[in-house]
């Protein structure tokens, strides 16, 4: 939908941890899935919690 919700977060962190582990969706077998994360991730209220994760995950050595 258009509008953002606890669903598109709950969704997403999901897909975020799979990231951290180092598995990505392949674009070409799902692209909308992979346009609705990117869109997202793209938010920067999403952005910013993304980057402080991963620069806590860096520092533990993960």
């Not at 939908?1 to 951290?20: C, E, K, L, R, Y």
Request: proline content about 5%; some cysteine; charged content about 20%.
């Amino acid at each position: 939908g258009d509008i953002f919700s606890i669903a598109d977060i709950s969704t997403a962190t999901h897909f975020v941890n799979f990231a951290h582990a180092g598995f990505k969706p392949d674009e070409k077998a799902y692209p909308n899935l992979t346009r609705y994360l990117a869109g997202i991730l793209a938010r920067p209220s999403f952005a910013a919690c993304i980057e402080e994760e991963t620069a806590l995950l860096k520092k533990a050595g993960l």
